[in-house]
């Protein structure tokens, strides 16, 4: 995290993101900052808290991407919801506190991948020693004045010639018999599933406790030895981690580099007319506004303190302003942003800058069919044209309105690709004319088909 200085993290996002530099800036310094409290001595590094940021923008313009791409720069756990999906306590809908639970599984399963990676060479190894010793029985006799050491020598000479051939691949075709143990509570799984969303937290709890209470079972399975290899080396890492441990990073890292996302916080925000749904809203907020203050939740893995976990807030605001939202839960998003609707430079830079583009989307698809994809700049300058047009005259969904342009453009090459003799297709203005242009100059036609 050292080198990772706030100009080194606008340099990650541009490899993805297009434009937007003060949404970057902020993320980066928000980062920064916490990077900079972990290394902080004393009482006062409890006291620093998160420096919690608003996005305001239309739809499409890199607010969920900006998001998720530090989450995977930082390596950190990383949840996002929509406000819209919770309701207010007593009212039908998920609490807010799932969001730090879903965290905390995140997390878990990030620590477990990790820990499970750093045992695999020995996993291997057990899993080789099982499979041998399905392939080469050891002998099980008890010993006697007939064993000689000779016998045991031939029988380890024999293993690790198997051993040998195990490892280059020879016996990945044969079919054995292994024993592996069977899922605990597999039994009471749909009714676990079917539970409600609030009592999630119980599921969780109750799945604990039959993993301790019920025994594990064997099963009996007929596989190929390279089918054995995955199943027995992924038995073994298992037995290798330690889980309790897995289970106080998980929850550290959460607390302390957890990243939740939360989406449409504009649909939760609205002037209060005493009753009806306004009421709802409002009380949305007033029950997001502890766990952003900071709380203690309880989840399946322990306690999660969410006074040091970043919390991204975004949404249009189309109808209301950040002002509308409870005073108390505004003082929470200390930095504000906003971006910047997409022009026709934004989407031509989109389609030819970044590592994703659409483009070396489109092209790598079509090359596997033999197809190959020449985007003339005439042709990237018009499709970013009536982006730009379309969004203008229809419902602005900023970088999202170029799948919708591309699917149409692209839909006969898709479909003709693997029969067609030409392999090579240019794009060019002309070709965009003729596929897109009398559609994008209907208006009506447009709204339902761009």
């Known amino acids: 995290m050292n080198e990772l200085t706030p100009k080194k993290i606008v340099e990650l996002l541009d490899k993805y993101i297009v434009g937007q530099k003060d949404a970057k800036k902020a993320i980066a310094i928000a980062l920064r900052t916490r990077y900079r409290r972990s290394m902080v001595d004393g009482d006062i590094k409890d006291e620093i808290v998160p420096k919690n940021i608003l996005m305001i923008g239309p739809t499409g313009v890199g607010k969920t991407e900006i998001a998720r791409r530090i989450a995977k720069i930082t390596n950190a756990p990383f949840v996002k919801v929509e406000a819209s999906k919770f309701t207010e306590v ?60 000779e016998e045991e020598e031939r029988l380890t000479r024999t293993k690790e010639k198997f051993r040998e051939k195990l490892k280059n691949g020879e016996l990945d075709d044969k079919t054995i018999e292994i024993t592996v143990s069977q899922q605990k509570n597999q039994q009471f799984m749909p009714f676990i599933e079917v539970a409600a969303a609030p009592i999630d937290e119980l599921d969780s709890n109750l799945k604990d406790m039959l993993d301790n209470i019920i025994p594990s079972k064997k099963k009996t399975r007929k596989v190929t030895v390279k089918e054995a290899k995955n199943i027995l080396k992924e038995e073994e890492a298992q037995k290798l981690i330690d889980k309790e441990k897995v289970k106080e990073k998980a929850i550290e890292r959460a607390s302390n580099y957890g990243i939740i996302f939360i989406d449409e916080i504009d649909k939760v925000v609205g002037k209060s007319a005493g009753s009806g749904p306004d009421v709802s809203r409002e009380g949305v907020q ?19 303190k969410t006074d040091h976990i970043l919390f991204i807030a975004a949404g249009a605001f189309h109808q209301s302003k950040p002002s ?98 030409e392999k090579t297709v240019k794009i060019d203005d002309k070709y965009v004319e003729n596929k897109i242009s009398d559609i994008a100059d209907d208006k009506d036609l447009s709204r339902y088909i761009l």
């Open 324 to 421: 509308d939202m409870i005073p108390e839960l505004q003082g929470r998003f200390p930095i504000r942003v906003e971006l910047q609707p997409l022009k026709k430079d934004e989407f031509v830079r989109i389609l030819k800058e970044p590592k994703n583009a659409l483009i070396k989307q489109y092209r790598a698809l079509l090359n596997v069919d033999g197809v190959e994809l020449v985007f003339e700049d005439s042709g990237i300058e018009k499709l970013a044209e009536l982006a730009e047009k379309i969004n203008q005259e229809t419902e602005n969904i900023g970088a999202r309105r170029l799948h919708t342009l591309l699917e149409r453009l692209l839909d006969d090459i898709s479909f003709e690709a693997p029969d067609i003799d």
């Open 90 to 149: 007593g009212y039908v809908g998920r609490d807010v506190e799932s969001m730090v639970r879903d965290l905390a599984r995140i997390s878990y399963e990030m620590v477990k991948k990790e820990e499970l990676n750093k045992v695999e060479d020995k996993a291997i190894k057990a899993a080789e020693d099982r499979i041998l010793e399905i392939l080469v029985p050891s002998i099980k006799k008890p010993k006697t004045i007939y064993d000689t050491p």
């Open 286 to 304: 007033r029950d997001l506004l502890p766990i952003v203050e900071g709380s203690s939740v309880n989840t399946r893995y322990g306690t999660i």
